[in-house]
T-cell receptor, first 112, second 112 residues
């Protein structure tokens, strides 16, 4: 089992460029999440998907869109990157019933 | 709104010494509580969780945490710290949407 995988591991974008962060899980979990981590602020929820076909905004959704492609995959898209989106992005998945979440290794994104 | 406070940004302990990391939460009901650990450049790993019942919970790697409702606290403890415990530790609360609210983290340094 790979658990939760994320691609890419690192990315540098120029302001205004777009990109999609990919996340996949092989644990048959219903729920998937996108967080961003900034120094001194812990992790903040961007979007989550409680089940295939549903998505909901989290604490900091502005500037992002998500797609729950199927049960395994949950992607995060930046349509027009801004320097304020420089961060480390973590994807997580969970069963929902146990409230546990399992995290991927993260994507370090720099926007110049 | 629910919130999680970790008052210590950085803690240094000697190897073999005991450890206590503080966590306080603000939430209207009895929350689900978690401690996660993040090693440098890695994702987050669940150490332990509290849902209900016995207020002292055991986790992996020799960690334990005690839920104190009267103090709205969920402090993490370890009797004897090892050099490999150096990492960042995050307390988190379930918000009822099966998404987590994280504290800002405590970075643990272990001196030989």
């Amino acid at each position: 089992n790979a658990g939760v995988t994320q691609t890419p591991k690192f990315q540098v974008l120029k302001t205004g460029q777009s990109m999609t962060l990919q996340c996949a899980q092989d644990m048959n979990h219903n729920s998937m999440y996108w967080y961003r981590q900034d120094p001194g602020m812990g992790l903040r929820l961007i979007y989550y998907s409680a089940s295939e076909g549903t998505t909901d905004k989290g604490e900091v959704p502005n500037g992002y869109n998500v797609s729950r492609l199927n049960k395994r995959e949950f992607s995060l898209r930046l349509e027009s990157a801004a320097p304020s989106q420089t961060s480390v992005y973590f994807c997580a998945s969970g069963t929902g019933s146990s409230y546990e979440q399992y995290f991927g290794p993260g994507t370090r994104l720099t926007v110049t | 709104a629910q919130s999680v406070t970790q008052p210590d940004i950085h803690i240094t302990v000697s190897e073999g010494a005991s450890l206590e990391l503080r966590c306080n939460y603000s939430y209207g009901a009895t929350p689900y509580l978690f401690w996660y650990v993040q090693s440098p450049g890695q994702g987050l790993q669940l150490l332990l969780k509290y849902f209900s019942g016995d207020t002292l919970v055991q986790g992996i790697k020799g960690f334990e945490a005690e839920f104190k409702r009267s103090q709205s606290s969920f402090n993490l403890r370890k009797p004897s710290v090892h050099w490999s415990d150096a990492a960042e530790y995050f307390c988190a609360v379930d918000t009822g949407r099966r998404a987590l609210t994280f504290g800002s983290g405590t970075r643990l340094q272990v001196q030989p």
